[in-house]
């Protein structure tokens, strides 16, 4: 599949799965609402229950910039079956134009955001190669 075509798969899937490592090279993957705008994935933590505002993805983003994202499309017809995967350097952002950049950008994707933008932490994952599969 082409960088092209993986853009536009990637962007459309309502959700994809974050992978990160920190130093201690443990694999850590988590399902996010993303928006993507060029070459840039965007992810904000959000008003969900989450157990500490610790959370572990942002601090292996700290230790390891390096992260994956993968959308997926499953069908009991193995035909329709495709993947999309983002390698990318994530960067952390707290405050200022870029994360509410970001925020804009989830807001204006995400109806549950218009009423209740996140207000944590945002993620700005630049992307350096785009890989997928289809069985099409």
């Not at 309502?14 to 201690?24: K, S």
């Not at 965007?42 to 994202?69: F, G, M, Q, Y």
């Amino acid at each position: 599949m082409d960088p092209d075509e993986c853009r536009r798969r990637f962007a459309a899937a309502d959700h994809a799965y974050l992978a990160t490592t920190g130093t201690d090279a443990m694999p850590h993957l988590v399902p996010v609402t993303h928006a993507l705008v060029d070459d840039q994935v965007l992810l904000a933590v959000d008003h969900k229950p989450k157990r500490t505002p610790a959370l572990r993805r942002l601090r292996n983003i700290a230790e390891n910039p390096r992260v994956s994202l993968l959308v997926d499309h499953y069908r009991d017809d193995w035909e329709l079956l495709w993947w999309v995967r983002a390698d990318a350097r994530a960067e952390v952002v707290t405050h200022g134009p870029a994360h509410d950049w970001v925020v804009a950008e989830l807001s204006a994707r995400y109806p549950q955001y218009q009423g209740r933008p996140p207000t944590g932490p945002a993620i700005v994952a630049h992307v350096d190669r785009w890989t997928g599969w289809s069985a099409a």
